[in-house]
C-alpha cells in the first residue's frame, strides 16, 4: 500500500471536525469505499474530491444523508449524460 494513494478516515474526520459516525453512515450507504488495514479504515485519494463534496453538501447547505445520496446519483447521471452528448456530437461531426 503506497502511502501517498491512501489516507486515513480519522484524518478526514478531524481536518473537516466532523463526527466519524457520519464517515461511517456515509459507508453503510455505500457512497464511499474504504479499504480497511489492521484496525484503520482508509479512502482512497482519487475518492477525496467525491468525499469532500458529500461533506460540503451535509456541513454547508445542511443535507442529510438520505438526499446526499440523491444528489450524488443525479450527479453521476449527469456526468454520465454529458459524455453520451459529447459522443453524439463527435460522431455528428463526421456528417457536416
Same mark, same amino acid.
Given at each position: 500500500m503506497e502511502k501517498n494513494e491512501f489516507i486515513l478516515v480519522e484524518s478526514i474526520c478531524q481536518y473537516h471536525n466532523i463526527d466519524p459516525?457520519? *464517515?461511517e453512515s456515509l459507508i453503510d450507504l455505500d457512497l464511499v469505499k474504504v479499504i480497511k488495514v489492521e484496525n484503520f479504515k482508509y479512502f482512497k485519494t482519487d =475518492? $477525496?474530491?467525491q468525499i469532500e463534496k458529500m /461533506?460540503? $453538501?451535509? /456541513? =454547508?447547505l445542511g *443535507?442529510? $444523508?438520505e438526499g446526499i445520496d440523491v444528489v450524488v446519483n443525479l450527479l453521476n447521471q449527469i456526468e454520465i449524460l454529458e459524455?453520451? $452528448?459529447r459522443s453524439f456530437k463527435k460522431r455528428l461531426s463526421v456528417f457536416e
Open positions: 459516525t457520519f *464517515i =475518492d $477525496l474530491v /461533506i460540503r $453538501l451535509h /456541513i =454547508d *443535507i442529510n $444523508l459524455e453520451e $452528448l
